[in-house]
């Protein structure tokens, strides 16, 4: 089982920006697939972005392509979310997810471990 911790959220006004990151237990990190998701207060969990086992490729959401960044390093056991040009409608709790495989997925049901969450509320 792999261990995710999120950091990084908090309060920020519609137009600025934020960086989240997830810290992975483990020595196999760099052997899975990682994703972001999100969920709005009364709305259910939706995919956010996600990023292959060695970062060579990503995949986002419509909704913040353009504006947001998922990286990673595998070195740091590490995913990020680079989170810019932020909206009001971006405020959820951000979760990240660890897929117990290389390639990365939208769909919720292929991520095996989640993080606890962090929030994430932008202003008017």
């Known amino acids: 089982q792999v261990q995710l911790v999120e950091s990084g959220g908090g309060l920020v006004q519609a137009g600025g920006s934020l960086g989240l990151s997830c810290a992975a237990s483990g020595r196999t990190f760099s052997m899975y697939a990682m994703g972001w998701f999100r969920q709005a207060p009364g709305k259910e969990r939706e995919f956010v972005a996600a990023?292959?086992?060695?970062?060579?490729?990503?995949y986002y959401a419509d909704s913040v392509k353009g504006r947001f960044t998922i990286s990673r390093d595998n070195a740091k056991n590490t995913v990020y979310l680079q989170m810019n040009s932020l909206k009001p409608e971006d405020t959820a709790v951000y979760y990240c997810?660890?897929?117990?495989?290389?390639?990365?997925?939208?769909?919720?049901?292929?991520?095996?471990?989640w993080g606890q969450g962090t929030q994430v509320t932008v202003s008017s």
């Open positions: 990023i292959n086992y060695s970062g060579s490729a990503t």
């Open positions: 997810a660890a897929a117990f495989r290389p390639y990365y997925s939208g769909s919720q049901a292929d991520y095996n471990s």
